[in-house]
T-cell receptor, first 112, second 112 residues
């Protein structure tokens, strides 16, 4: 069955450093890989989408890479701030209107 | 920025009762979804809806569940006879053809 794993349940880093989150998947061939932010008691908020034929995507302090051979995506937040503290979710889908399959998420805590 | 609106934010119901969760998707979006998240677990797909019919549903979405778009703006999820294990956050989402899905803030359903 499909499996999506995100690295360690919690990641603690110092303000100003780069946070790197990992998403690995098996038994799936996604057309898109998406990253969402989720704050406690709130719904996921879309951050970035990368297509299967793209290697890298950037948006302000965010960068996503996608390696379909390794079946892995890396999500980077540069110059991290305490306000970046949240759970970050990786999600896969086979087409733009198809269901999303979510990973369990990584809780990021940025210490001032 | 356009939002997906969900009501109520919190619903407490007795086991065996029917509940209806309400969503107002973004007005020009055509694809609608329901997801749920049991406390401490990942976000799970329930159902997708397009052109006034279900396009896909998960194993979770059994005969106790139904969705409806009664008018041009509302999108509802009905659970006919609630069970304790239906307690979760329920998220509505819509997709309009641009990148990423827009999720609502969720309804916390507590079955007692």
């Amino acid at each position: 069955s499909q499996k999506i794993e995100q690295n360690s349940e919690a990641l603690n880093i110092q303000e100003g450093k780069t946070a790197t989150l990992t998403c690995n998947y098996t038994n799936y061939s996604p057309a898109y890989l998406q990253w969402y932010r989720q704050d406690p008691g709130r719904g996921p908020v879309f951050l970035l989408l990368i297509r299967e034929n793209e290697k890298e995507k950037r948006k302000e302090r965010l960068k996503v890479t996608f390696d379909t051979t390794l079946k892995q995506s890396l999500f980077h937040i540069t110059a991290s701030q305490p306000a970046d503290s949240a759970t970050y979710l990786c999600a896969l889908d086979r087409g733009a209107t198809n269901k999303l399959i979510f990973g369990t998420g990584t809780l990021l805590a940025v210490q001032p | 920025e356009p939002e997906v609106t969900q009501t109520p934010s919190h619903q407490v119901t007795q086991m065996g009762q029917e509940v209806i969760l309400h969503c107002v998707p973004i007005s020009n979006h055509l694809y609608f979804y329901w997801y749920r998240q049991i406390l401490g677990q990942k976000v799970e797909f329930l159902v997708s809806f397009y052109n006034n019919e279900i396009s896909e549903k998960s194993e979770i979405f059994d005969d106790q569940f139904s969705v409806e778009r009664p008018d041009g703006s509302n999108f509802t999820l009905k659970i006919r006879s609630t069970k304790l294990e239906d307690s979760a956050m329920y998220f509505c989402a819509s997709y309009g053809g641009n990148y990423g899905y827009t999720f609502g803030s969720g309804t916390r359903l507590t079955v007692v």
